[in-house]
Structures are given as structure tokens and as C-alpha cells.
T-cell receptor
Framework: AQSVTQPDIHITVSEGASLELRCNYSYGATPYLFWYVQSPGQGLQLLLKYFSGDTLVQGIKGFEAEFKRSQSSFNLRKPSVHWSDAAEYFCAVGAGGTASKLTFGTGTRLQVTL | EPEVTQTPSHQVTQMGQEVILRCVPISNHLYFYWYRQILGQKVEFLVSFYNNEISEKSEIFDDQFSVERPDGSNFTLKIRSTKLEDSAMYFC?????????????FGSGTQLSVL
């Protein structure tokens, strides 16, 4: 069965600093990988996804993520964090090679200090 | 951007009562889903629905749960006899296509509290 681990429950960074949120997955085949963001009172918004091809994927809001098969990782990065990036971030893997049934991690709550 | 709408945003019910959570997916979408998130835990898949039938369901989705698309716009999740452990945030999602879809659109959720 597939699983996703987000080792960091809570991260605090200063505005303007770089950010890396960790995600490790367990999946038997080539995974479909996603990062979602949830702001308070909002639904889950897709930041970026990886299905195949270039292992460095660009997303919205200046985020990027790199798929590393050898490390079973899909870490999310942003070079300069803005206060509006404060939210909960979820990594997810598509089960069964589809993009419809997702297995999520427990999430990482990002706090941004001014 | 189009959005998935869920009502109510908060629902409080007594244990043993039936609840219906409502969702209006994006109008041209064909695939519909329910996920839930118990406080402090992972977002979990419950069920997917296509062409008026369940495509896939998790072990969580037992006989107490049912889904329905009663008309052309709504997608509902019914819990027949709620239990304390059903307290969670329930997310509806929809997508234009299934197997090859790249994007699920999620609603903002219904917080269900079972007392």
C-alpha cells in the first residue's frame, strides 16, 4: 500500500528566507505526486504535480518540487517566502497509477514571521 | 477560477442521527469524490463516483455511508447513524476526467461534529 510521510509537523521561517518542506513516499510503481496547500477556511489547492518527465517541476506561487526516485522524496521548495505563504501544506501520492484516488501525508504547517 | 461549493461549513449532530453533507461540483466535471480529515490526522480518501455509481471506495466507507447525485448539480454524502468517530472535516472534490486527470478541485470542507 502507498504511504506518504511528512516529517515536519510545523515549520517557522522568516519572510524572505528560503523554504524546503520534506515529503517521502512509499509506492510500488512510478508515483503520481502532488503538493496541495490549505489556507485557513479554504479548500485544498493544487500547487504542483509530477507524473513523468523532468524531475524538477514548477508550480504556482513560485513553488517548485524535485522528484528523487533514489530517495523516494518529493520535497517542496521556494527561494523566498512571503507572509501570505503561511498555510498547511500536504504532499500526496496517486494510488494505482491514477490521479483520482490520493493518499495524503499528515501535512506541514508553515508559519512565516515578519 | 471555478470552485467546488460545500454546505454547510459546520454541522453539529447527535450520535445516532443521520446527516447529509452537500456539495456542488464544478459544472462540467464528471468525477466526484469525498475525502475526510480527522483532527490531527491525514486527509483520507472515502469514495469516488462516476456515471452515477461508485467507482472506488475505501474501507472507511462502510454501510453507514452512501453517496448520491440527486440532480445535475449536487453530490451528497449521507451518514446514516453517526458515531463519535465520524467527527471530521469532510472534503468534496471533483475533476473533469478520471484516470488521466491531473487536477482535483477541492471544496473548503464541512466540519462535522458528532456529540
Amino acid at each position: 500500500a502507498q504511504s506518504v510521510t511528512q516529517p515536519d509537523i510545523h515549520i517557522t521561517v522568516s519572510e524572505g528566507a528560503s523554504l524546503e518542506l520534506r515529503c517521502n513516499y512509499s509506492y510500488g510503481a512510478t508515483p503520481y505526486l502532488f503538493w496541495y496547500v490549505q489556507s485557513p477556511g479554504q479548500g485544498l489547492q493544487l500547487l504542483l504535480k509530477y507524473f513523468s518527465g523532468d524531475t524538477l517541476v514548477q508550480g504556482i506561487k513560485g513553488f517548485e518540487a524535485e522528484f528523487k526516485r533514489s530517495q523516494s522524496s518529493f520535497n517542496l521548495r521556494k527561494p523566498s517566502v512571503h507572509w501570505s505563504d503561511a498555510a498547511e501544506y500536504f504532499c500526496a501520492v496517486g494510488a494505482g497509477g491514477t490521479a483520482s484516488k490520493l493518499t495524503f501525508g499528515t501535512g506541514t504547517r508553515l508559519q512565516v514571521t515578519l | 477560477e471555478p470552485e467546488v461549493t460545500q454546505t454547510p461549513s459546520h454541522q453539529v449532530t447527535q450520535m445516532g442521527q443521520e446527516v447529509i453533507l452537500r456539495c456542488v461540483p464544478i459544472s462540467n466535471h464528471l468525477y466526484f469524490y469525498w475525502y475526510r480529515q480527522i483532527l490531527g490526522q491525514k486527509v483520507e480518501f472515502l469514495v469516488s463516483f462516476y456515471n452515477n455509481e461508485i467507482s472506488e471506495k475505501s474501507e472507511i466507507f462502510d454501510d453507514q455511508f452512501s453517496v448520491e447525485r440527486p440532480d445535475g448539480s449536487n453530490f451528497t454524502l449521507k451518514i446514516r447513524s453517526t458515531k463519535l468517530e465520524d467527527s471530521a472535516m469532510y472534503f468534496c472534490a471533483s475533476s473533469e476526467a478520471g484516470l488521466t486527470n491531473e487536477k482535483l478541485f477541492f471544496g473548503s470542507g464541512t466540519q462535522l461534529s458528532v456529540l
